[in-house]
């Protein structure tokens, strides 16, 4: 039986403007109903992205941003409420459910996931995971999808990708499997890629060649791209943008190197004390961010890294900082006391003199050898 | 290699115990297994049978015996009265295949209906339809195939008088009184059968349907119906397989019944026959047939496993 | 087959994938599944029918006659008359009184048989699960080779072993009176249901027998028996409750197979198995006397099936194992 044949390579929108942005976030916001209560995993996230850029979000697990690149792409289960708006090359996407989201779903915009191990169809010949997408989207011969699929091996880096096509996906290492995940995602050529924590499951030693690899691509077929990590390690030198995801908000927004140089928000400073540097002595002890994000049935009032912030007022428990322009273009943050900034000097001075920020977490300057709370440098 | 030569061996040496606990077994006979088998009958008549069915050696030899004929085809005689006598095989001959029309043709039904059903249930988990669906298949399973058959055959056969309650047409004499003829056995067999399947496929369905594959496979854009049939059944597939294996047990002794309530002259026929008339030589080639073919069907399921996981396939071959 | 196939090992870690959902989605999925099954209104009709047919079984026929001219009211219909409000059987039998026998008698093979597989089959496999090495490779390779045998096969071929009619010289069959006769079908389905119940149980005795408190106790030089006894037969009890239940519901379809059969219960013993078999000659014009019985059969199993599936789903019993 062959699969229903439709074409929709790029002629959906035969008028889509060519110089907007490729794609618009606007107040997205994203609920998952559970029996404790609406679950607010995006909250008002807005962004913009050009074609041929990437942006990377970055933030810790569970807040949110695996589930805002799903939400953008539509992918997710039916007890979701979705809000807000989503442009892509200028037409609204933001209510489209299933049946019309399929048109996008790997012509337009693809994914490529997480655990390459438990992403790919442990019973499926690695061809014909790559080259179903194709012949149901393309309408191509059979013997011309498995031509392309062995193209898009090839282009992936995978040797012996003739024989590869026959074999499954336990016949490979991980990081050959990323490899042959991201082909799928590059199969239809779209115009979108999402890779949500892609070196996250991978060896060490094979997550920068995937990053290569996706960046490489990226260049190769002006394709924009969103790079959802934990690790700002990952994103540094990699993306056009970065976005900082804290409770389903986007806490700083800035190009990649400002964001490193001019860090405004406490909780990216703290992020980027977790990540290793090479400069530092091996046995040098890594800053965690000390307690748990908050609760998104019933988020806290005020800003939501508060409890956890050492520049803590009194006044970030009771109103939450807008996200605000800096005077620097392109760089937002959300804070009334940024780092850097005089106000956040201020904050942080009050805070070590008290011994405890407004939220009762006790701080230390480092070097306090009993000091068990937030650690500030 | 050499994984293929261990299984060979593992399964001859399960065929040989198998084989030989049927033998024991029926020689548990209490009293005189000749008197049984003949009934009256005189001293030298007697002493004649005794010598042919060699129960005048030691047990081991008459089961080296016994499985020498069986497996050369030689079942053992039937026996009418102190003189007469009848092939085992012959009989088994002309009603195995009527038991084995049966059993597929329940087989066939089932799948066809227990197969799409569970899929759909899985991919509507929590729907009207699936909770319908979840207990009428739990009330199905608590109906016996007998009481079914009996239901179908007073109802459908005596009542509304679509389909015959009782008796077996040849294919080869008319193939559609044929079909007409098996529906309602096969249908009595295959109920419990499609509702036990569609509870574990629909149960295995959902699980997979959670897998990361699946959300992979949708991001393709790819259609829901391709998701559920050419991702997703074949990877839950392998709980119903093993299943099936087992379930072909309880197929054979549903058939067994079912075949007497609707006359069919069948394995079951010839089971009760030879009990009634204590033919216990029969018996013992019968019970260690159905026994040595219930073993090879799950030899087959095994191998069936490789086709459709190719993990186990290379998981073997290391072993 | 005579070893777990590696399929199932793959099947597990199929299904254990580390990439869940999103994590507020796995929030969610974890809430649904740690609120604990009660056993609910069906439950409770269950037990409520379970129970009735317990309580008529005992005190019918220990209060109900059979009528004194039984041909008078030969073959009454369901609901015919109010004096048998189940209708008659050809011999003016009251079917409310028949079925409470069958009842009875029905129970007695079926709970018989499984309380034989219990003691027998039950502290087979604890031995095995606990012991393990050589003795349990032989148990399990018996268990194997009784489970070769389709389940209904091997009932036939014990039954009609054991209770095979004696001839004597003359060609005159002495039949096995009735109380042998039903004392047989609980040894031979006893013995049916011995490989599966063992199989659990020691499957559930391999797995319990490796916890802390059981090494502890054993290096406390506790005795062997008392360990097995009352350390891991506790714990193994619910696992192997659930499967009775269902075991139970099994036996009682398998004595209906054996009565149709010829090999179950026989006159003037009466169970619901031979009731159907006997009123299957006399289908067309009283019905009432096959169905009344299946009812019941159908009722008393779908009871079973639904208490096992609880008792199951209460103490997380590894469907798996089975």
Redesign the interface.
């Known amino acids: 039986m062959s699969p229903r044949r439709q074409k929709n390579g790029g002629t959906r929108f035969p008028d889509a403007p060519l110089d907007g942005p490729l794609l618009e976030v606007d107040n997205v916001k994203t609920m998952f109903k559970t029996p404790r209560g609406l679950v607010h995993a995006v909250d008002g996230v807005e962004f913009t992205l050009e074609r041929g850029k990437t942006i990377g979000i970055v933030g810790e697990s569970g807040c949110g941003k695996s589930v805002l690149s799903r939400s953008i792409m539509g992918l997710l289960p039916n007890n979701v409420v979705r809000e807000g708006s989503i442009r892509f090359e200028g037409n609204e996407i933001g209510h489209a459910v299933g049946e019309e989201m399929r048109h996008f779903w790997g012509t337009q915009m693809s994914m490529v996931f997480q655990d390459p191990m438990t992403s790919l169809n442990p019973v499926m010949r690695i061809g014909n995971q790559i080259t179903e997408s194709l012949r149901y989207h393309l309408d191509v011969s059979k013997d011309y999808a498995n031509e392309a699929a062995l193209a898009l091996l090839q282009s992936v880096g995978i040797p012996e990708a003739k024989r590869r096509l026959r074999e499954y996906p336990h016949q490979l290492s991980g990081g050959m499997r990323q490899r042959v995940m991201i082909a799928i995602a590059l199969a239809c050529g779209p115009k979108l890629l999402f890779a949500d924590e892609p070196t996250t499951a991978l060896d060490v030693t094979v997550q920068a060649q995937i990053l290569d690899l996706l960046q490489q691509q990226q260049r190769e077929r002006f394709m924009a791209m969103v790079l959802v990590t934990h690790d700002l390690g990952v994103v540094a030198g990699r993306t056009d943008d970065i976005a900082v995801m804290y409770a389903g908000r986007i806490v700083e927004k800035a190009p990649t190197r400002l964001l490193f140089s001019e860090t405004r928000h406490p909780y990216t400073e703290a992020l980027l004390k977790s990540i290793p540097k090479l400069a530092q002595p091996s046995h040098m002890r890594l800053d965690a961010i000390a307690g748990r994000p908050p609760d998104l049935v019933n988020p806290p009032p005020g800003c939501k890294f508060a409890p956890r912030c050492p520049y803590a007022q009194a006044r970030c428990l009771v109103e939450e900082p807008p996200l605000d322009d800096s005077a620097t273009p392109g760089h937002a943050f959300r804070c009334f006391y940024p780092v850097g900034s005089n106000e956040g000097k201020d904050a942080l001075a009050r805070n070590l003199a008290a011994g405890a920020t407004a939220s009762g977490r006790p701080v230390f300057a480092e070097g306090d050898a009993l000091a068990t709370g937030t650690v500030v440098v | 290699m050499r994984t293929a030569l261990r299984r060979v061996i593992?399964?001859v040496v399960?065929l040989l115990?198998?084989s030989f606990?049927?033998f024991a077994?029926?020689s548990?006979?209490?009293?005189d297994p000749v008197?049984?088998i003949v009934?009256?009958?005189s001293a030298p008549q007697r002493a004649e049978i005794r010598h042919e069915l060699r129960l005048d050696e030691p047990f081991i030899q008459q089961y080296g015996h016994w499985l020498g004929n069986f497996a050369k085809g030689n079942l053992g005689n039937v026996y009418y009265g102190p003189t007469g006598r009848g092939k085992v095989s012959t009989q088994v001959g002309q009603s195995l295949p009527i038991s084995l029309q049966l059993m597929a043709y329940s087989m066939i039904i089932t799948l066809l209906i227990a197969i799409p059903l569970g899929v759909f249930a899985a991919y509507k988990a929590g729907s009207v339809f699936d909770k319908l669906a979840n207990a009428t298949a739990?009330?199905s399973?608590?109906?016996?195939d007998?009481?079914l058959a009996?239901?179908l055959?007073?109802w459908v056969g005596?009542k509304l008088r679509w389909l015959p309650s009782s008796g077996y047409v040849h294919p080869t004499a008319n193939l559609v009184e044929h079909l007409k003829s098996m529906t309602l056995p096969a249908l009595s067999l295959a109920v419990g059968q499609i509702a036990g399947y569609m509870r574990l496929l629909r149960s295995d369905m959902i699980?997979t349907l959670?897998?990361?594959?699946i959300?992979?496979?949708?991001?393709?854009?790819?259609?829901?119906r391709?998701i559920l049939w050419?991702?997703a059944v074949?990877?839950s597939s392998?709980?119903l397989l093993?299943v099936a294996g087992l379930n072909?047990?309880?197929l054979?002794?549903?058939a067994?019944?079912v075949e007497?309530?609707f006359g069919i002259p069948g394995m079951?026929r010839l089971?009760?026959t030879a009990?009634?008339t204590?033919q216990?030589v029969e018996?013992q080639s019968i019970?260690a047939l159905?026994?040595i073919g219930?073993?090879i069907v799950?030899?087959i399921i095994?191998v069936l496993?490789t086709v459709?996981?190719?993990?186990?396939r290379?998981?073997?071959a290391i072993? | 087959m005579l070893e777990p196939s590696p399929s199932a090992v793959a099947t597990k870690e199929m299904a254990g994938g580390t990439g869940g959902p999103p994590d507020a989605l796995a929030e969610a999925v974890e809430f649904e599944v740690s609120r604990t099954k009660r056993y609910g209104v069906s439950g409770w009709l269950a037990m409520g029918w379970l129970a009735f047919v317990l309580v008529c079984a005992i005190l019918i026929p220990m209060f109900m006659h059979a009528p004194v001219n039984t041909g008078k009211y030969a073959n009454k219909g369901f609901l015919d008359e109010l004096k048998f409000p189940l209708g008659t059987d050809g011999n003016g039998n009251n079917m409310v009184l028949l079925l409470a026998k069958g009842a009875r008698n029905s129970l007695i093979v079926s709970v018989g048989a499984i309380l034989f597989g219990l003691v027998v089959g039950g502290s087979l496999g604890l031995v095995a699960g606990y012991f393990r090495g050589r003795l349990d490779s032989i148990l399990t390779g018996i268990f194997n080779i009784l489970l070769a045998i389709p389940q209904l096969v091997l009932a036939i071929a014990l039954v009609s072993v054991l209770a095979t009619d004696t001839i004597d010289n003359k060609g005159i069959p002495h039949p096995v009176s009735s109380g042998r006769r039903l004392l047989i079908l609980v040894i031979a389905l006893g013995i049916v249901s011995v490989p599966i119940l063992a199989r659990i149980t020691r499957a559930n005795a391999l797995q319990w027998s490796q916890r802390e408190f059981v090494l502890a106790a054993r290096a406390q030089g506790a005795r062997n028996l008392t360990v097995m006894v009352r350390e891991v037969l506790p714990n193994v009890l619910p696992a192997m409750f659930s499967i009775a239940l269902l075991g139970i519901a099994v036996a009682m379809v398998a004595e209906g197979g054996l009565s149709i059969l010829g090999v179950g219960v026989h006159f003037p013993s009466v169970s619901w198995g031979n009731m159907i078999a006997i009123g299957r000659a006399d289908l067309r014009a009283s019905p009432h006397i096959v169905f009344e019985p299946i009812a019941c059969i159908f009722l008393t199993v779908l009871s079973l099936n639904y208490l096992g599936d609880v008792i199951r789903a209460r103490f997380d019993v590894r469907e798996s194992v089975l």
């Open positions: 593992q399964l399960v115990c198998v606990f049927s077994l029926i548990l006979f209490p009293g008197v049984a009934g009256f009958s739990f009330g399973i608590a109906l016996p007998f009481a009996l239901i055959s007073y005596v699980a959670q897998e990361d594959y959300l992979m496979a949708k991001s393709k854009g790819i259609p829901t391709r050419r991702h074949r990877p392998l709980t093993t072909v047990g309880a054979i002794g549903g067994i019944v007497l309530i079951g089971l009760a009990i009634f204590r216990f018996l019970v159905i026994a219930y073993v799950n030899v095994d496993y459709f996981d190719p993990r186990i290379d998981a073997r072993a």
